[in-house]
């Protein structure tokens, strides 16, 4: 059975559907790609796996169990816009995120930080947009978490800091954690991904992996996207 | 080492034929030492799972093997990297026919072309 999985999940804001019948498992030791465009319903998605939404019916299991404190401590979420309090430094959310997860690596925040060129004395409300999101990413992936969601990890960064973002992912990331990353950047991610899932109008349109698209297609997941999706 | 991975096309038959041409080419040398898996990945911007299967298949062929102390090294079989060498060489000559003659180059021409080549330097 996969780590994380979605069955048959149905999510209504008030009286308008964001998922409905949504039913996909993501694996461990593998990097799930949640592909789709805006509003399509990956953050939905990821917020209910990370335990801060309910679904409206279908259920949501992480290792088997629903997500809830038990959970959360195994689960590292990365929330689609900075939620570092503006007058923190980068070193006060260092130390906040050792106080509050037991599987943080101090050590190994700092040192991602110093290689992204983030100054630990800088505050968050000084920091461009781009350098608070790789602030949090760093926090996130300084976790020994067994899973990991990044919502749009690379929205706000630089085109030329992308690969090193990627690069610093693949380093980062607990061995047999199971990793979902939701864009709607595919090209500059999909080369990382093994297994890609498409949300359309919150239902599940593509899930397979992304070297066996690629074989069958003879495309790149992105050009699949862009015809998945030109459609609409 | 340099990679160029195209995203249109399997990621894993790519990186096969980089590690290949590392290998055959000495930019990796014979008995060295390859960096881990993850390493390698983060290098080329890939997918862990795609780097080992193609770290996989290279080993199939004979070219890396994997020891239990020093982790995964270059083959010191200076015959397979030889002839990994000869293969792939062979396979840019026949690229390189194919284009002569599709450009209308007889063959005896595309071989006169090469040797001047070779002769100018």
């Known amino acids: 059975m996969s780590f994380l999985q979605f069955d048959n999940v149905t999510k209504y804001y008030g009286n308008r559907p964001a998922l409905q019948n949504v039913t996909c498992g993501m694996e461990p030791g593998r990097i799930t790609g949640l592909l789709g465009p805006n509003g399509s319903g990956k953050t939905t998605m990821l917020k209910l796996a990370a335990g801060l939404l309910q679904p409206t019916a279908g259920r949501v299991l992480i290792g088997g169990a629903a997500p ?90 630089d085109p030329a800091t992308r690969d090193y973002i990627l690069s610093t992912i693949i380093r980062g990331y607990t061995e047999d954690a199971t990793l979902v990353i939701s864009t709607h950047i595919i090209g500059d991610v999909e080369r990382i991904l093994d297994d890609v899932v498409f949300i359309q109008n919150g239902t599940v349109a593509v899930a397979d992996s992304a070297e066996h698209l690629r074989e069958t297609r003879g495309k790149s997941v992105d050009g699949i996207f862009r015809e998945v999706f030109a459609c609409l | 080492m340099e990679w160029s991975i195209r995203a249109d096309r399997p990621v894993y038959l790519q990186l096969l034929e980089q590690l290949e041409a590392a290998v055959a080419s000495g930019v990796y040398a014979p008995g060295e030492r390859l960096p881990g898996v993850r390493e390698l990945a983060a290098q080329a911007g890939v997918n862990p799972n795609t780097m080992q299967r193609a770290l996989a298949e290279l080993e199939a062929r004979g070219l890396v093997r994997t020891q239990r102390t020093a982790g995964r090294t270059v083959t010191d079989d200076a015959q397979a990297i030889a002839a990994a060498r000869r293969a792939l060489a062979e396979r840019h000559a026949r690229d390189y ?25």
């Open chain 2, 97 to 121: 026919l194919a284009s002569a003659r599709a450009l209308g180059l007889d063959d005896n021409e595309a071989a006169a072309l090469l040797a001047a080549v070779i002769q100018e330097g």
């Open chain 1, 68 to 157: 809830g404190p038990e959970t959360k401590k195994l689960t590292a979420y990365l929330p689609d816009r900075v939620s570092l309090p503006r007058n923190f430094r980068a070193s006060d959310a260092v130390a906040l995120f050792a106080d509050f997860y037991a599987d943080f690596d101090a050590a190994k925040a700092v040192e991602m930080l110093r290689s992204l060129g983030v100054e630990a004395s800088q505050r968050i409300a000084s920091m461009s947009k781009g350098t608070q999101e790789k602030t949090q990413l760093c926090l996130t992936m300084s976790r020994g978490a067994k899973l990991f969601l990044l919502d749009e990890p690379l929205g706000g960064v």
